[in-house]
């Protein structure tokens, strides 16, 4: 989240809204998102609707979700998915933003 | 469990942020990129 948030003005100069999903409820996303300062969309999704939409792995092994990233562009077509595979399984955001650029440019 | 196919339309969705304003995936479309983050907890 830290490293999403140092780089949130390289997103917006491409365009991009950064949207986190995750299975607080309303209040945690609150408290959580003014204490960090977070910039992004908070969507608390209690009941995983969308989690199960996009088939977050939930690792039962580890009694926890991991991490997952889809980048969708424009035309709402999703041009980048990964499915982490332990926690701290999180694309760098080197990887994104030159995607971005990538799909900026045509 | 599905998942989502790369170069396919993403599914399409809509929740209350955690202010109570509804998002909807498909009102950003012909707008803008979307990272879509999928948090496991805040920690």
């Known amino acids: ?16 809204e950064v949207v986190v999903v995750g299975p607080e409820n309303a209040q945690s996303f609150s408290s959580y998102f003014q ?17 199960k939409l996009y088939g977050q792995e939930v690792n039962l092994f580890k009694l926890g979700r991991m991490p997952a990233q889809v ?14 595979h332990s926690m701290a399984d999180i694309p760098a955001n080197e990887e994104i933003l030159t995607l971005l ?3 900026n440019s045509k | 469990m599905s998942r989502v196919s790369l170069n ?3 599914p399409d969705f809509s929740l209350p942020d955690y202010s109570g304003r509804l998002f909807r995936l498909s ?9 879509l983050v999928f948090n496991r907890t805040f920690t």
Do not use: C, T, W
């Not at chain 1, 989240?1 to 991009?16: G, H, K, P, T």
């Not at chain 1, 204490?35 to 989690?51: I, N």
């Open chain 1, 35 to 51: 204490k960090e300062a977070l910039p992004f969309v908070g969507l608390p999704d209690p009941g995983a609707s969308v989690l």
């Open chain 2, 27 to 35: 009102d950003l479309r012909g707008e803008k990129n979307v990272l």
């Open chain 2, 8 to 10: 396919q339309i993403a």
């Open chain 1, 71 to 84: 980048l969708i562009d424009k035309a709402g077509v999703a041009r980048f998915v990964h499915y982490g």
């Open chain 1, 101 to 103: 650029d990538e799909i």
């Open chain 1, 1 to 16: 989240m830290a490293q999403l948030r140092q780089d949130y003005s390289e997103f917006v100069a491409r365009n991009a």
